[in-house]
Every structure is written in structure tokens, then in C-alpha cells.
């Protein structure tokens, strides 16, 4: 079943969007489909002085593009550097609908819980699909209960955005992951910030993602990225760093083609 606020699919108008956000050891992207819907995943972490990168850089460039308003919001589970700019994001910009997994929670309002098959919006023949978790998921670790999603053409996957799930949650993912095409999707955000308990070889060889997008900060104590190379099919999976590369501009064409901007200053 779809979300009720899921809609019809309206002609596509230009072309698709997303920023991967460099705010540190955490998480914030921006996706925007061709009808001008949009919708940020996670909003990176707080600070303790007061502040964040999602107030630093993030809100200007919001106002730099035009969005004065987010039709979306999703808190892919209850994590300080995946919600800790959720606050300050609520006092800044109007939202249409917050979307939360796991314990993570909307200030100040009720957040809807998507399940997998539901659709968030649709747009020509472009659709992001919340594709995990399952409504009788067993795992009880949090990062396992990361809302994961997909941006789809069609009934194709092209990209995929899966928050800190790690291998418990990625086996579960695997089996009800739409097509995929032959070549491979476009572009997956590694799961948990590059950890070697994310990205199995099993998910690996199903997506071969053209690049791999790994949003972490650097010299963090977590180390990570702690992967190491991404490989399937015997060939090493370009990948990208927010530590390295900064903030990451993604953008599908009308004819579908996908072309990926790293920008080494941040936000652009």
C-alpha cells in the first residue's frame, strides 16, 4: 500500500537532482524530482555549541536554489548525525511532511512511518519508494531500522539511499530490491557512513552502482570509512568521499543519463 499523500504521476518538466550534503561525520542530503518536489534525507548532526552544519551551510544553500518550503523530510532513524539539525531545519523552513524511522522523531510534530512499498512521490516517470523496512521487521538494532529508499524510473532502480543499515538489515533489503538495470544503478550512499558492517558483497554485486557516495567527516573517531575498496564483479566500484570531494552534485537528465559533480569547496 502507498502513503496517502503519494500522488499521481505528473509529466516530467526537467530533470532530477540530489546533493550529497558534506556536513561532517553525519548524513543530509537534498533530492529534488522534476515537478519540483522535494524532499531532504536527514539533517546531519548538531553541536554541541549550539549550531550546525545544517545551519551553516545547508539552509543558505536551500536559499541560494530557491526552496522556501520542503515537501518532504525523512529522519532515517534515531541517530544525532542523521537528526541533529531536525530542529533547527523546523524553526527555518516549512515542511509538508516529516517521515521518521527507527527512534528518530519530528520536533514538535507527528511523523509519518514508512513502511516498504510505500511511495512517497511521483513524478513523470521518476518515483522515490521507501523500500525498507518491512512491517514485520525482527531486527531491533537501530541502525537496522534505517527507512531506506530509492529513486526509481520506471520500475528501474537507479539510486539508493540506505542510512547506517548494516548486513543484518542489507540480507533482509536484498530479496525485494526492484530491477535493477544491466549495467548497474547509478549511484548508492553507502550505508553507515563507509563501514566495514555495511556494503555486502551479496548487495554489491546486485546494484554495481556506478559510483558509491560515502558521506563522513574527516579524521573522525569512528574512522570510517573502514570498507575498504568496494568491489563487484572483480572491479573496484568508484567512490566518493564528503571528507575528500566535499559536497556531491547528482544529476539524472531528461534523457536519464546521470552525471555526478564532486565539489571540493562544500556546498556549491
Not at 543530509?28 to 549550531?51: N, V
Not at 553507502?190 to 554489491?204: N, R, Y
Not at 574527516?218 to 566500484?237: I, K
Amino acid at each position: 500500500a502507498c502513503l496517502a499523500l503519494a500522488v499521481a504521476p505528473t509529466p516530467s518538466r526537467g530533470s532530477v537532482q540530489a546533493w550529497q550534503f558534506a556536513v561532517g561525520q553525519g548524513d543530509c542530503a537534498l533530492l529534488r524530482l522534476p515537478d519540483g518536489w522535494s524532499c531532504l534525507i536527514d539533517t546531519g548532526p548538531g553541536w554541541r555549541t549550539g549550531s550546525g552544519p545544517l545551519e551553516r551551510d545547508v539552509l543558505p544553500f536551500l536559499k541560494r536554489i530557491g526552496v522556501r518550503r520542503l515537501d518532504a523530510v525523512v529522519l532515517t532513524h534515531g541517530h544525532d548525525d542523521h537528526t541533529g539539525g531536525a530542529a533547527a531545519l523546523a524553526g527555518a523552513v516549512p515542511v509538508g511532511h516529516w517521515f521518521a524511522g527507527g527512534r528518530a522523531a519530528a520536533p514538535g510534530v507527528s511523523a509519518l512511518r514508512p513502511l516498504a512499498g510505500d511511495t512517497l512521490h511521483a513524478a513523470g516517470d521518476w518515483s522515490l519508494v521507501c523500500l525498507y523496512p518491512p512491517a514485520d521487521l525482527a531486527l531491533t538494532d537501530e541502525n537496522d531500522q534505517s527507512v531506506v529508499l530509492g529513486l526509481c524510473r520506471g520500475d528501474s532502480l537507479r539510486a539508493l539511499w540506505s542510512g547506517d543499515l548494516e548486513g543484518p538489515g542489507e540480507a533482509v533489503l536484498l530479496p525485494v530490491l526492484p530491477p535493477v538495470p544491466a549495467r548497474g544503478c547509478d549511484l548508492w550512499k553507502a550505508g553507515h557512513h563507509g563501514s566495514s558492517t555495511s556494503g555486502s558483497g551479496d548487495l554489491l554485486e546486485l546494484l554495481r552502482p556506478g559510483a558509491i557516495l560515502v558521506s563522513c567527516g574527516v579524521a573522525n573517531r569512528h574512522e570510517h570509512p573502514s570498507h575498504g575498496p568496494y568491489v563487484a564483479r572483480a572491479e573496484t566500484l568508484t567512490t566518493l568521499r564528503t571528507d575528500l570531494q566535499g559536497t556531491i552534485r547528482v544529476q539524472w537528465d531528461d534523457d536519464g543519463r546521470c552525471r555526478i559533480a564532486p565539489r571540493r569547496a562544500g556546498v556549491p
